[in-house]
């Protein structure tokens, strides 16, 4: 009943109608978030909804494979933050993609971080990068690899 492969043993993409029922509240409510999101229809509601739990189910796999993004907000002229930050960032090289530095002004930087690995892993790294004495701000951006998404 649930099954999508098809005959080849490969997912079929194939779109399958279904009725939900729904109470009338809720669907104010979704079609309230779908003119405010800029949807065409509810049923692209819905797939991403479906999708983003999809997403953090990925997240709460210690073991699964995921990508996200780390962002700090940190005074520069703080007591060796920057020493501390790259050296947080080296020893996790192999989880760490790439890293964009911007100079908000004369004493505040924005840092992002692309991460990726082990969901546990990463949010490890993150944790240690936002704890970090002299951080203003952080924040993990979680999302999918997208390997296990339609």
């Given at each position: 009943m649930f099954d999508s492969v098809g005959i080849d043993g490969y997912n079929s993409f194939m779109t399958k109608r279904f009725g939900v029922s729904i109470p009338d509240e809720l669907l104010a409510k979704l079609?309230?978030?779908?003119?405010?999101?800029?949807?065409?229809?509810?049923?692209?509601?819905?797939?991403?909804?479906?999708?983003?739990?999809?997403?953090?189910?990925?997240?709460?796999?210690?073991?699964?494979?995921?990508?996200?993004?780390?962002?700090?907000?940190?005074?520069?002229?703080?007591?060796?933050?920057?020493?501390?930050?790259?050296?947080?960032?080296?020893?996790?090289?192999?989880?760490?993609?790439?890293?964009?530095?911007?100079?908000?002004?004369?004493?505040?930087?924005?840092?992002?971080?692309?991460?990726?690995?082990?969901s546990q892993k990463v949010k490890e790294i993150a944790d240690r990068l936002i704890a970090t004495k002299g951080v203003k701000h952080g924040k993990l951006v979680m999302t999918s690899t997208g390997k296990e998404l339609v």
């Open positions: 079609d309230k978030l779908a003119k405010k999101k800029g949807y065409s229809n509810r049923s692209e509601v819905l797939r991403d909804l479906v999708r983003d739990r999809f997403v953090e189910e990925e997240w709460a796999t210690p073991a699964g494979e995921v990508v996200g993004t780390v962002t700090l907000v940190y005074n520069h002229h703080a007591h060796d933050l920057s020493d501390k930050l790259a050296d947080l960032q080296h020893s996790h090289f192999q989880n760490i993609i790439s890293t964009t530095h911007i100079h908000l002004d004369p004493h505040n930087c924005l840092e992002v971080l692309v991460v990726r690995g082990k």
